[in-house]
């Protein structure tokens, strides 16, 4: 085996970023995804982007992140004859995964159930916003909702202004992955007792999970998080954690250090007098006001150099594209690209998980709408005649460029 996952075959229904997400991450060690998009229109996400551009004139940028490495076969979903496809395919699949809401799938003939009756083994995983039954099962689980029902947008910004979602999203990528967790899991209990099963993954569940700390805090301590105005990294911390300016317009984060040691890289041991803990904690705003004022005259990199030097826990602030050719970055090779037959050479950020015997690898471009429909259903021993009386009745749409 190459490939950790290979011989892994998924029928992926997921849409937008949950599921493809997870998916991608499963083709990437090796699974060979099938990606099930609507006949003509495909994934949502096709539809949507960033900055109202598209890569290479046509291509949404959300998509192309979270879909390499599949092949796209595009279907009539209401066809009952694609449903007796679908459900041949399943007899040799391992893993289902879909995130469309609660019962949709299911209404369809397209439900855990139903895949189980042909292929006991299967492993069926379903992601929503918010589990798949309770007085919340119909509302819309988008991103950032679930962020401010978390509590986590409550957590972030400064007190004297609006809170501050993530600027990305957090929920559905922490949802993306809870099903690899869940589906490797199920992969493994199923190689030892034979047996599938199905896997619920919702993302409110998910971010709770994941602020787990701020909530062992807030239960058990009697205090409730309340955000400093001075915007100190997080609101249950004392100064000096969080974000300084510096004198040529940059800033730098400053996160655990001893206080008096700060101080004296700053050149400002009079701020010493507050080096206690519930000071800190109590005055944070002070602090930070006071320690802004002394970053300010410094330039990024001479303060970076210095808070270093002392050990001080420290970065530089950077955006997405100074991020990018980050010397630790590079040195990471954390930035790649691929070829698209439309999108030309689209930069993309390589898998982040290394492995010596099985590495993962980018073999595919994010597929066109439908791109291997023909090779797919030829894999599971439909004639060319078959194939294209699908084309031509409309139950499968194929966008070959």
């Known amino acids: 085996m190459n490939k950790a996952l290979e011989g892994v075959r998924i029928l992926d229904f997921s849409h937008l970023l949950q599921g493809p997400f997870a998916t991608q991450l499963l083709g990437d060690m090796g699974a060979d995804v099938i990606k099930i998009e609507r006949a003509g229109v495909g994934d949502m996400f096709r539809g949507m982007t960033f900055f109202a551009k598209w890569v290479g004139g046509s291509e949404s940028p959300n998509f192309l ?53 042909v292929n006991p083994r299967i492993i069926y995983c379903s992601g929503s916003g918010y589990g798949e039954e309770g007085p919340y099962v119909e509302r819309p689980g988008q991103d950032m909702l679930i962020q401010g029902l978390a509590g986590l ?40 007792t034979g047996k599938g099963q199905k896997i619920e993954v919702n993302l409110l569940a998910g971010l709770l999970a994941h602020l787990n700390q701020e909530y062992v805090a807030v239960l058990n301590l009697g205090e409730d998080f309340v955000r400093p105005n001075s915007g100190i990294g997080h609101p249950g911390m004392q100064a000096p954690f969080g974000i300084y300016e510096t004198k040529d317009g940059g800033y730098v984060s400053i996160a655990m250090s001893p206080f008096k040691t700060l101080c004296e890289v700053l050149g400002a041991p009079q701020l010493a007098v507050y080096d206690d803990l519930k000071t ?122």
């Open 65 to 117: 992140a979270w879909n390499r490495n599949k092949r796209s076969i595009a279907l009539n979903l209401k066809s009952r004859k694609v449903h007796a496809i679908i459900m041949e395919m399943a007899r040799s699949a391992d893993v289902v995964v879909q995130n469309f809401r609660p019962g949709v799938l299911a209404k369809l003939g397209y439900g855990y159930e139903d895949f189980k009756a």
């Open 280 to 401: 800190l904690f109590d005055k944070r705003d002070e602090v930070f006001d006071k320690v802004n004022a002394e970053t300010k005259k410094f330039a990024t990199q001479d303060l970076l150099a210095r808070l270093l030097k002392a050990d001080i826990w420290c970065a530089e602030v950077k955006d997405i594209r100074r991020a990018a050719e980050d010397p630790q970055v590079t040195h990471m090779g954390m930035i790649t690209s691929y070829d698209h037959p439309r999108g030309g050479k689209v930069r993309v950020v390589a898998p982040a998980v290394k492995m010596s015997e099985t590495p993962a690898t980018i073999e595919r471009p994010a597929p066109l709408v439908g791109q291997h429909g023909r090779e797919i259903l030829a894999e599971f021993g439909l004639s060319r005649e078959e194939i294209a009386a699908l084309e031509a009745s409309g139950d499968m749409t194929v966008d070959a460029a």
């Open 153 to 192: 947008i409550a957590n972030t910004g400064r007190g004297d202004q609006a809170p501050v979602p993530a600027g990305a999203g957090l929920a559905d990528q922490i949802g993306a992955m809870n099903m690899v967790y869940g589906i490797l899991s199920a992969l493994y209990y199923r190689e030892k």
